[in-house]
């Protein structure tokens, strides 16, 4: 199948044009390296060296023989989308090219308003230059579970059957998003199941939980294959800020009391539950939303897991509780249903002491690359401190 990859450059669009190439898949890759210079922005980096796209690339043509097809470009700009699906004509598009931080769009103004317009409206070319192409393809597009929020009822898979005055109807789930980058990926969620319904598209929603690792069986096979591994306050997740700073041997921060709970899966199912999806694609006219995680832990529960296998190595991590910079709930019900992936075939690799281990050996062996000084959380969601820091900076910088 010719499946393109939005957002190729990045930790899971890397990830999963390798494993879909590997597969026998057709694969072109699409990327504008906008995450690249955010990072310079913020003088933060992935842990592991990461080669250029065009480097990787070539790479994985020598280790794999079969190539992928590059391209160049930015979702916001109508005629490179236009010109890019009718050159490569996808049967399935893959689409992560969004900014994935919800931390970056909680800095100030800017990075808010630039989040939602480079978000929403990426989405939204890829929408009008399917309609226009009349592409048969099918569209699956990275959301997230955060689009949610934390309600007081179940969470089922994108719908709900509601009564109401004697009446019944299957509804969108409510959501109720936590920053400014979940906003957008609602955002895209109303976008796409209207274009389904008038324009007769199809597509797959991946409401998608916390990822997790740094591996995969394809970037095992070249050090240059290598994805994107971020434990700083913006990019990274908790679970990779536990991993490094328990190597780094500072204390784990939890955000607050840490009973916010999350759905977690690992990497190799995430590449995975994109290619069920692909496989099993979404009718015409069809929007659909899978829940896509595999576990569900707190965030203390996280902290407590990786410095108990820290301390198997001979590391002696302490775990110690921040005044949470966001505005969430600490405690709080989370029972999502997940069932959609698994019918299909998914089989999990769930969070273990072995699995935890090759991500501590691994981090080790990048130990002199770690920045303690870009760990500890400077976004404060109901602050002002951080607008004025960077106010300074792009006045420094006019």
Request: charged share 25%.
């Given at each position: 199948?010719?499946?393109l990859?939005?957002?190729?450059?990045?930790?899971?669009?890397?990830?999963?044009?390798?494993?879909?190439?590997?597969?026998?898949?057709?694969?072109?890759?699409?990327?504008?390296?906008?995450?690249?210079?955010?990072?310079?922005?913020?003088?933060?980096?992935?842990?592991?060296?990461?080669?250029?796209?065009?480097?990787?690339?070539?790479?994985?043509?020598?280790?794999?023989?079969?190539?992928?097809?590059?391209?160049?470009?930015?979702?916001?700009?109508?005629?490179?989308?236009?010109?890019?699906?009718?050159?490569?004509?996808?049967?399935?598009i893959?689409?992560?090219?969004?900014?994935?931080s919800?931390?970056?769009?909680?800095?100030?103004?800017?990075?808010?308003?630039?989040?939602?317009?480079?978000?929403?409206?990426?989405?939204?070319?890829v929408?009008?230059?399917?309609?226009?192409?009349?592409?048969?393809?099918h569209?699956?597009?990275?959301g997230?579970?955060?689009?949610?929020?934390?309600?007081?009822?179940?969470?089922?898979?994108?719908?709900?059957?509601?009564?109401?005055?004697?009446?019944?109807?299957?509804?969108?789930?409510?959501?109720?998003?936590?920053?400014?980058?979940?906003?957008?990926?609602?955002?895209?969620?109303?976008?796409?199941?209207?274009?389904?319904?008038?324009?007769?598209?199809?597509?797959?929603?991946?409401h998608?939980?916390?990822?997790?690792?740094?591996?995969?069986?394809?970037?095992?096979?070249?050090?240059?294959l290598?994805?994107?591994?971020?434990?700083?306050?913006?990019?990274?997740?908790?679970?990779?800020?536990?991993?490094?700073?328990?190597?780094a041997?500072?204390?784990?921060?939890?955000?607050?009391?840490?009973?916010?709970?999350?759905?977690?899966?690992?990497?190799?199912?995430?590449?995975?539950?994109?290619?069920?999806?692909?496989?099993?694609?979404?009718?015409?006219?069809?929007y659909?939303?899978?829940?896509?995680?595999?576990?569900?832990?707190?965030?203390?529960?996280?902290?407590?897991?990786?410095?108990a296998?820290?301390?198997?190595?001979?590391?002696?991590?302490?775990?110690?509780?921040?005044?949470?910079?966001?505005?969430?709930?600490?405690?709080?019900?989370?029972?999502?249903?997940?069932?959609?992936?698994?019918?299909?075939?998914?089989?999990?690799?769930?969070?273990?002491?072995?699995?935890?281990?090759?991500?501590?050996?691994?981090?080790?062996?990048y130990?002199?690359?770690?920045?303690?000084?870009?760990?500890?959380?400077?976004?404060k969601?109901?602050?002002n401190?951080?607008?004025?820091?960077?106010?300074?900076?792009?006045?420094?910088?006019?």
């Amino acid at each position: 199948m010719r499946v393109l990859v939005l957002g190729g450059d990045g930790y899971l669009g890397w990830a999963t044009a390798m494993y879909l190439s590997s597969r026998g898949h057709e694969v072109g890759v699409l990327d504008n390296f906008a995450k690249r210079r955010w990072e310079l922005e913020l003088n933060v980096e992935p842990l592991i060296p990461i080669h250029t796209l065009q480097d990787r690339v070539r790479a994985w043509a020598e280790v794999n023989g079969g190539a992928l097809e590059l391209f160049v470009g930015d979702l916001r700009n109508f005629g490179v989308v236009e010109g890019v699906l009718e050159a490569f004509s996808p049967a399935a598009i893959v689409h992560y090219g969004e900014q994935p931080s919800a931390p970056y769009s909680m800095i100030d103004y800017n990075r808010c308003l630039f989040t939602q317009v480079n978000n929403i409206s990426g989405t939204l070319n890829v929408l009008w230059a399917m309609k226009k192409l009349a592409l048969d393809c099918h569209l699956v597009k990275l959301g997230t579970m955060g689009e949610y929020g934390t309600p007081n009822i179940d969470i089922e898979e994108g719908f709900i059957e509601i009564e109401h005055k004697g009446r019944r109807d299957v509804l969108p789930f409510p959501c109720q998003p936590g920053s400014f980058y979940h906003l957008s990926k609602v955002h895209d969620s109303h976008n796409i199941r209207f274009a389904c319904r008038a324009w007769d598209l199809s597509a797959t929603d991946l409401h998608q939980g916390v990822v997790y690792g740094l591996e995969t069986d394809q970037t095992r096979r070249d050090e240059r294959l290598a994805t994107s591994f971020h434990y700083d306050d913006v990019f990274g997740t908790a679970i990779n800020r536990f991993c490094v700073q328990a190597v780094a041997g500072i204390p784990l921060t939890v955000y607050g009391k840490g009973g916010q709970q999350r759905g977690f899966l690992n990497i190799r199912d995430t590449v995975r539950c994109v290619e069920l999806a692909i496989l099993n694609p979404a009718k015409r006219g069809e929007y659909r939303v899978f829940n896509q995680f595999t576990e569900t832990f707190t965030v203390l529960e996280l902290a407590d897991l990786v410095a108990a296998q820290a301390r198997k190595l001979g590391l002696k991590p302490e775990v110690s509780h921040l005044p949470n910079p966001r505005v969430e709930l600490e405690e709080h019900h989370f029972n999502p249903t997940h069932t959609k992936l698994l019918d299909l075939g998914l089989e999990p690799h769930f969070l273990s002491d072995e699995l935890l281990n090759s991500m501590l050996e691994k981090i080790l062996k990048y130990k002199y690359r770690i920045k303690n000084e870009i760990i500890l959380p400077k976004v404060k969601w109901n602050g002002n401190e951080q607008e004025r820091e960077a106010a300074k900076l792009m006045w420094a910088g006019a």
